[in-house]
């Protein structure tokens, strides 16, 4: 007959490797502004531009059909569309300003802060838009303790870095002003040549004067 049936054995589970533990970033205090009004401006700006053209839609219709549409009724209408439409491009742009933060964050690192030049590169962006884009989310409160020092040319993230970079700028500016202070000393002036005869023994002086008497 047949031999014991024996179910078939599973496969040994590999043993799961601990997971990697991040190293952990200093916090930050970020405010993701617009993180939900971006969505609600995008929907409900689609719903109204959605419903608005579909009575465009009805006003074309019933033009062609050759029925009178006020003028009114049209100006009504282009004017829901356009707002309508300005909705949807602002809760693009949120939602733009947002990304934009959090890669501003990723490029700073744990360090804390991040060179402007160096953001720009990040984010394929000019310099001069990734300062007036910092200054608009410093000015919304994305980062309640963020800072720009005064050439622009620094991002920092919290308060204790920006009191360091004060500190740091104080001190240059005491040593360069030492500098200033400090006078400079002038080359010495070149040892004048002593013209003035040698000095002459009273030995050689009294032999020069028997040479004398003798001539």
């Given amino acids: 007959g047949e031999g014991p049936q024996t179910?078939?054995?599973?496969?040994?589970?590999?043993?799961?490797?601990?997971?990697?533990?991040?190293?952990?970033?200093?916090?930050?205090k970020f405010k993701r502004i617009g993180n939900v009004s971006n969505v609600l401006y995008q929907v409900f700006g689609g719903i109204g531009l959605g419903i608005t053209g579909l009575f465009t839609c009805i006003h074309l219709m019933l033009m062609f059909a050759g029925a009178t549409v006020s003028v009114a009724g049209w100006i009504v209408n282009f004017v829901f569309l356009l707002v309508f439409f300005g909705m949807i491009q602002f809760g693009i742009m949120q939602k733009g300003r947002l990304k934009r933060a959090e890669r501003y964050l990723q490029?700073?690192?744990?360090?804390m802060y991040g060179d402007i030049?160096?953001?720009a590169r990040g984010t394929g962006r000019k310099v001069r838009y990734v300062i007036r884009d910092l200054q608009k989310m410093l000015h919304l409160g994305m980062f309640p303790?963020?800072?720009?020092?005064?050439?622009?040319t620094c991002l920092m993230l919290n308060?204790?870095?920006?009191?360091q970079n004060l500190e740091t700028e104080e001190n240059h500016r005491l040593m360069e002003l030492a500098e200033k202070q400090t006078p400079?000393?002038?080359?010495?002036?070149?040892?004048?040549?002593?013209?003035?005869?040698?000095?002459?023994?009273r030995e050689q002086e009294a032999e020069l004067k028997d040479r004398k008497s003798g001539d």
């Fill in 117 to 119: 030049e160096k953001l």
């Fill in 145 to 152: 303790e963020g800072h720009l020092d005064e050439k622009k």
């Fill in 7 to 28: 179910c078939p054995q599973e496969p040994a589970r590999r043993k799961k490797a601990p997971p990697v533990q991040k190293a952990k970033l200093p916090p930050v």
């Fill in 159 to 163: 308060d204790a870095v920006y009191r």
């Fill in 184 to 201: 400079i000393q002038e080359n010495p002036s070149p040892a004048k040549e002593d013209n003035s005869p040698p000095e002459i023994s």
């Fill in 107 to 111: 490029l700073c690192d744990w360090k």
